[in-house]
């Protein structure tokens, strides 16, 4: 059975930086996509980041230039290095992950960055 594991999440001041990371365990194949998602109190669940096989990697308008992702594919790991955050990028956030064409979901790592 597959699980996604995050960690990483935390609270942190405004401008400050955290470092996310999510693993995949319970199958012997590839993710062929992996990223982060998030979610408050105010929003759906939102796309962050994500990172395709082949180096093809999409962000949310309102993270790019501070946020980045990066996999680590031999371990299908996923990592989102966060900087310049914001009180609104105070979310719950999910790892996501595209395993032969199933979804899978984190269970979530809460950031909080007070105003």
């Known amino acids: 059975q597959v699980q996604l594991v995050e960690s990483g999440g935390g609270l942190v001041q405004p401008g400050g930086s955290l470092r996310l990371s999510c693993t995949a365990s319970?199958?012997?194949?590839?993710?062929?996509?992996m990223g982060w998602y998030r979610q408050n109190n105010e929003t759906q669940r939102d796309l962050v980041a994500l990172?395709?096989?082949?180096?093809?990697?999409n962000y949310a308008d309102s993270v790019k230039g501070r946020f980045a992702i990066s996999r680590d594919n031999s371990m299908n790991t996923v990592y989102l290095q966060m900087d310049s955050l914001k009180p609104e990028d105070t979310a719950l956030y999910y790892c996501?992950?595209?395993?032969?064409?199933?979804?899978?979901w984190g269970r979530g790592t809460q950031v909080t960055v007070p105003s």
């Open positions: 996501y992950a595209l395993i032969r064409g199933e979804p899978y």
């Open positions: 319970g199958s012997r194949w590839k993710a062929y996509v």
């Open positions: 990172h395709i096989s082949g180096g093809s990697i």
